[in-house]
């Protein structure tokens, strides 16, 4: 037993001197600013407001991805990997300068799209996009400094700068929200990345300083799609596959109060991603740096599994316990019908989660494309199950598919992290 305690108590200060508890701590404020944002909003707005949200946030995910070309994935591989200061700022520039140039490019053709009516049949959907996806270009931006601060294993400063942001982004969301409605949400949105890359720029002023010559571009972008590339396909994947209910939903369900009770059960998972996150979080660069030291590598994985497997399991237990009375006490009977999805759906997720560590781990082997395949395949079979769960039993059907979809999606990430772990060590 005090054999136990003591190899807790010094993975405990381990991952504590690697910046675990601060990153923890930042983003269990930021998700609970998020979720308090979302629980606030909820009860200002009317669930079928609640459902717009959820669609359009869907649409950001999506196009944030493909927005942001990868770049903010390649940018956390590189500069984590043994490179001089000046050739990880190289990179980070260009990154930038790339990033920039296919969000502008994008969120162009997304409000082309959006004047014909193609993301929804819904009036007011298609009034508040133009605001909701925005982001894609902001959001894109700041996610490549965050790569490059946890590559450089700045998690301190991370967390200084998150919580910071979500503390101004939570008092205007409420407040913008309840005088404005649903568009002073997206306007609050808004207003908190500009302010969070604000900061960035006057702290990092380096950026863009000096001037990288076209041909130091073209080597850099060379550098790298190599990573980015692939982790296009295998986080835009991920995210389809992740969300191909709430697009199901978006062009067949016409009942905008049931997607939004159906929508806050999905909001209510946030919890089920906290501590998972961070682990991945704090374990992708570590991971990179120990991909040539097998026994450091697999000492390092088992450690962090555990962690991983506990949290997911004490998360998972506590919230199926206290969900429905918080939530009816809290709302007063608004979302009662959201519970019973939630509680469903928390099996599903909490499946999900314990690939985290999985993808963190094929991605320091430098098998991104592993992660990919990963996606695919679980894009494949939630192609096949979700609109068959919907067609044949509504939105119940869909809620209990997110459990044999999330079972697939961790077979498949163990199958290739072994593969993957096989190949490299």
């Not at 590559?151 to 400063?157: E, S």
């Not at 009942?255 to 961070?278: C, E, H, K, N, W």
């Not at 999900?352 to 999985?358: E, F, G, P, S």
Request: hydrophobic content about 50%.
């Amino acid at each position: 037993m005090k054999q136990k305690i003591e190899y807790l108590k010094n993975n405990f200060i381990n991952i504590s001197k690697k910046g675990f508890i601060h990153l923890l701590s930042a983003n269990l404020l930021i998700q609970i600013f998020a979720f308090a944002s979302q629980l606030l909003v909820a009860s200002i707005i009317n669930p079928d407001d609640i459902g717009r949200i959820k669609i359009i946030q869907t649409y950001l995910s999506i196009f944030s991805i493909i927005a942001g070309m990868g770049f903010n994935v390649s940018t956390l591989k590189l500069c984590s990997e043994n490179r001089t200061k000046q050739e990880r700022n190289s990179l980070f520039h260009s990154a930038m300068i790339f990033t920039l140039s296919s969000t502008i490019l994008l969120y162009l053709v997304i409000l082309g799209l959006n004047f014909f009516h193609i993301f929804s049949s819904d009036k007011m959907i298609q009034w508040l996009l133009p605001l909701g996806l925005f982001p894609v270009i902001s959001n894109s931006l700041f996610m490549v400094y965050v790569s490059y601060f946890q590559a450089t294993k700045q998690i301190k400063l991370i967390s200084k700068l998150t919580i910071s942001n979500k503390i101004i982004s939570l008092i205007a969301i409420i407040l913008l929200t309840f005088w404005f409605g649903i568009k002073g949400y997206y306007i609050a949105y808004n207003l908190s990345f500009i302010l969070m890359l604000i900061v960035c720029f006057k702290i990092f002023r380096f950026t863009f300083q000096e001037r990288q010559s076209s041909i130091v571009l073209n080597e850099n972008l060379k550098t790298h799609w190599r990573y980015a590339r692939p982790s296009i396909f295998a986080n835009l994947l991920s995210e389809l596959s992740a969300y191909i209910d709430i697009i199901l939903i978006n062009f067949f369900v016409k009942d905008m109060t049931q997607i939004g009770y159906y929508s806050f059960a999905l909001t209510l998972t946030i919890v089920l991603r906290l501590f998972p996150g961070t682990v991945q979080q704090i374990s992708s660069p570590f991971f990179s740096t120990l991909s040539t030291n097998k026994n450091s590598f697999l000492s390092a994985f088992e450690k962090y599994n555990k962690i991983l497997f506990l949290g997911v399991l004490i998360t998972f237990i506590l919230i199926n316990l206290l969900s429905y009375p918080a939530i009816h006490w809290i709302f007063e009977g608004k979302y009662d019908q959201s519970v019973p999805l939630f509680i469903i759906l928390s099996i599903g997720w909490s499946f999900r989660q314990l690939v985290q560590l999985q993808s963190a781990a094929i991605f320091g082997l430098g098998k991104i494309h592993y992660n990919a395949y990963i996606s695919l395949f679980t894009f494949i079979f939630n192609i096949l199950l979700y609109p068959l769960a919907l067609l044949y039993y509504g939105l119940i059907g869909i809620t209990y598919a997110t459990i044999p979809s999330g079972i697939t999606f961790w077979l498949l990430s163990r199958y290739f992290y072994h593969k993957a772990k096989t190949e490299i060590l």
